[in-house]
């Protein structure tokens, strides 16, 4: 799940994912970052969560990393073909 708060030309976009059965941690890594997995912080109710501040009318491609090696899109975006024969999630802020 993706929530998005825009103040001006920044928008704070917080990721959420819902636990699955045998997730112990979840990364995401997108295009604002170069693709530098980043650990997301697990809630008391078991979601992960992290907020990135990001450019108004910019979009990016992005996803979570789960348990080090799968690979997942987030539900609430569009998913786009990748590289690697999978598929990324594009954010348009």
Same mark, same amino acid.
Not at 13 to 21: A, E, G, I, K, M
Not at 27 to 52: C, D, F, H, L, R
């Given at each position: 799940?993706?929530?998005?708060?825009?103040?001006?030309?920044?928008?704070?976009?917080?990721?959420?994912?819902?636990?699955?059965?045998?997730?112990?941690?979840? /990364?995401?890594?997108?295009?604002?970052?170069?693709?530098?997995?980043?650990?997301?912080?697990?809630?008391?109710?078991?979601?992960?969560?992290?907020?990135?501040?990001?450019?108004?009318?910019?979009?990016?491609?992005?996803?979570?990393?789960?348990?080090?090696?799968?690979?997942?899109?987030?539900?609430?975006?569009?998913?786009? #073909?990748? #590289?690697? /024969?999978?598929?990324?999630?594009?954010?348009?802020?």
């Amino acid at each position: 799940m993706v929530k998005l708060k825009q103040n001006g030309q920044k928008v704070w976009v917080t990721f959420t994912v819902s636990p699955l059965d045998g997730m112990d941690e979840v /990364a995401i890594a997108g295009e604002w970052n170069e693709w530098v997995e980043e650990p997301m912080k697990q809630k008391k109710n078991g979601e992960y969560s992290i907020t990135k501040v990001l450019s108004a009318g910019t979009s990016f491609q992005f996803g979570y990393k789960c348990n080090g090696s799968e690979w997942m899109t987030d539900e609430a975006c569009p998913a786009v #073909p990748s #590289p690697f /024969a999978s598929h990324n999630s594009l954010l348009e802020l």
